[in-house]
């Protein structure tokens, strides 16, 4: 007699272990795919913007070909600074008329670069080249248009580096025949005309005599003679004599010192501007010299870009300073498209020391 047997079914599943390593393994990826969504966003709105802004610096340049634009009709774009959001566009959007029309960036999108109006004459030209940034917050770098001085535009990249290009002299022309110039005849003397009247020319008229002026004789005082006037006489016949006042003295004034103001603590930058380039040595690298006057316990010294940019490499030589003194402000450039064109630094010292100072930075390729 076989004893009873009972089959016993295998049981399959995961242990703890694995069920943890499958859950990390799976927020990782969620969090990479999250992130690399948010960043592709933000990679799509800073390129959509820039292109749409392009598209209106263009469309202003083409209607003031268009219209032939006269002076003080010109289309234009305008920023207002680094972190503003806004930019206006002057032109005639079909209404016939030259208007300006304010548009935004999307959200999380801010201009770096300095404030400019450029304005396009009727060839469609500007007075400059410029290049305007748009500084993407949350992918912490910036996309150029730039805008070159015969009005062509780029995104992204300058194909058109104005600054590269030499300057042309222009030789002067000299010995011309047509830049003789024609000799003005001279006129002739005219005659003199005659004297109306039929008198002598020579004839000298004769003075009218001045009458001699006559003296008016002052009247002097005369006495009463009586002795009885006002005066201290007894009848001596000087009786109109007045008494001799008697002066009143003046008690002196004791003056109220004023009490001299502390001197205020003031601070300056210099020089105001730096030109840098890219591509140039010898300019890849510049300063500035901050100095406090005035100031009294420890400060604090802070350069940073307007607009939270980091488009530029600063260095501060001293940090802190105890009463009055200097701090060097060094900024050096930065390779890239998103690093060219005209930025603002802000120079402050903690606590204030009079206003902040602005040091304002161009840098072509």
């Known amino acids: 007699m076989k004893p ?8 399959r599943g995961f242990t703890i272990t694995q069920m943890v ?6 927020a990782i990826v969620s969090v990479a795919g999250v992130l690399g969504i948010r960043s592709a966003r933000a990679e799509f709105r800073l390129q959509n913007n820039a292109r749409l802004f392009a598209t209106y610096v263009e469309k ?11 002076s003080g009709q010109e289309s234009s774009i305008e920023t207002f600074g680094p972190g503003s959001t806004t930019y206006a566009i002057t032109m005639d959007f079909g209404s016939g008329t030259v208007e300006t029309r304010n548009f935004d960036l999307d959200s999380g999108l801010n201009f770096l670069t300095a404030g400019k109006k450029v304005t396009f004459d009727w060839r469609g030209r500007i007075a400059e080249a410029w290049v305007f940034q748009i500084f993407s917050e949350a992918l912490q770098k910036s996309l150029p248009v730039d805008v070159s001085g015969s009005g062509d535009i780029t995104v992204g990249e300058q194909h058109f580096p104005d ?15 047509d830049s003789t ?16 009247g039929g008198g002598d020319p020579e004839a000298t008229p004769t003075p009218t005599p001045t009458p001699t002026p006559t003296a008016t004789p002052t009247p002097t005082p005369s006495n009463n003679g009586n002795g009885n006037g006002p005066g201290d006489n007894n009848g001596n016949g ?9 002066a009143t003295p003046t008690p002196a004034v ?8 502390a001197p205020q603590c003031v601070s300056s930058i210099s020089p105001s501007t730096l030109s840098l380039s890219q591509s140039d040595d010898t300019k890849k690298s510049g300063s500035a010299v901050f100095t406090m006057l005035n100031a009294s316990g420890v400060r604090t010294i802070s350069a940073s870009i307007a607009g939270n940019g980091n488009s530029l490499v ?32 802000n120079v402050a010292a903690t606590p204030g020391c009079g206003s902040s100072q602005q040091l304002t930075v161009s840098v072509s390729n």
């Open 163 to 177: 600054q590269l290009i030499p300057p042309v002299e222009i030789a002067e022309v000299t010995g011309d025949v």
């Open 314 to 345: 600063l260095g501060v030589s001293l940090l802190r300073i105890d009463g009055s003194g200097s701090s060097v402000i060094t900024v050096t450039t930065k390779n890239g498209a998103g690093n060219r064109g005209v930025f603002v630094v």
């Open 181 to 196: 110039p024609t000799p003005t005849p001279t006129p002739s003397p005219s005659g003199t005309p005659p004297i109306s």
């Open 238 to 246: 000087n009786g109109n004599s007045s008494p001799t006042p008697t």
């Open 60 to 70: 202003a340049r083409a209607d003031a070909i268009r219209r032939h634009a006269a």
């Open 21 to 26: 390593i499958t859950i990390t393994i799976i």
């Open 4 to 11: 009873n047997s009972r089959t016993t079914r295998q049981q």
């Open 254 to 261: 004791t003056p109220t010192p004023t009490p001299t103001p």
